[in-house]
C-alpha cells in the first residue's frame, strides 16, 4: 500500500494489527505538514521495497490503492513499469 497520508496509514495499521516499522514512523513525523515531501519519501520506501520483492522472486505486485491511483502510478514509475 503506498503511504500517501501518514495518519490514514497509522489507522488503518492499528485496525488490522500491523506494526509501522519505527524507521518509518520517525521520518514521516519529521516531515509534519510538508505533505509533498511526506509523500515523496512514502513514495520511495514503497518502490524499494517492491524492487527488492522482485528482485527475490516475487511474480507480482498487488497493491491496495484505496481509491488513490496517484500514489501508486508514482511507485509504478520509479520501478519503471
Known sequence: MPIANFSQLRRFSE?????I???????MQAYGEDVDSGRAFG??????LCQR????????LHFYTLNLAKPTTSVLKLLQL
Open 43 to 48: 513514495t520511495e520506501v514503497v518502490a524499494r
Open 53 to 60: 520483492l522482485i528482485e527475490g522472486g516475487a511474480p507480482g
Open 15 to 19: 485496525q488490522c494489527g500491523a506494526e
Open 21 to 27: 516499522p519505527r524507521w518509518i514512523s520517525r521520518r
